[in-house]
């Protein structure tokens, strides 16, 4: 009886360490993330990853042509700080099903925003990198339910098929738009649709030329972090 229960004992050992273990390196890396699915409206399969736990979520939208990998760190930081945090592939992207088409890439920011609130999140963010920012706008604007606020890095008003010109002004959350000034393109776009959006708006420019979430890895990353800290502590 006594070698059963050792067995049974050690049995259960190897499989929670097996689980625990692959939750450790779903993100490929040192970050804990837990390997996540869910489906869109029009029947794509994201593959996605969730750090940390808490009731307010951020859904992460990562930019043209990296995946969801480029999230990953600042996932764990959110997660360090008590959020919970979603990252995922769009369509076409990473681990994904489907074939790009950025065009539609707002039904798969609006199925990360589903699939997170149902895990019992109370309030949800969304913030996007570059296209992903873009996405994120028009979702936020088609929302009947509000959230409680949109980031953007380096995020244009249109980019190839994907437009926000009319959802923008229909965004009435808080808003923080966010590029570098040496990234020309993208500063040009941070600020058009800072002046086509309404209060309550931020538009906070850094030094530097670093794109998107490529900004985290830059000189400015830590004032970055800083900044989008704040904007969800006061917003939550």
Known sequence: MKNKNTKT?????????????????????????????????????????????????????????????SWFAFAQVLADNGYMALTFDFRGYGESGGKKDIALIDRDVKAALDFIESWGTEKVFLMGASM???????????????????????????????????????VKEPKLFIASRKDSPAFQGARQLYDLSSEPRHLMVFEGASHGTDIFSGEEEKNVELAILDFLSRNK
């Open 132 to 170: 992903g920012g873009t996405a994120s706008l028009k979702v936020a604007a088609k929302e009947k339910e509000e959230v409680a606020g949109i980031i953007t890095i380096s995020a244009p008003v249109e980019f190839m098929g994907l437009s926000a010109l009319n959802d923008i002004p229909l």
């Open 9 to 69: 004992k050690a049995f259960l050992i190897l499989i929670l360490t097996l689980l625990l273990t692959g939750v450790a390196c779903a993100s490929g890396g040192n970050a804990k993330a837990q390997r996540v699915s869910f489906t869109t409206e029009d029947g794509i399969t994201l593959k996605g990853r969730i750090f940390g736990m808490g009731n307010i979520g951020i859904v992460l939208s990562h930019m043209y042509p990296k995946d969801q990998k």
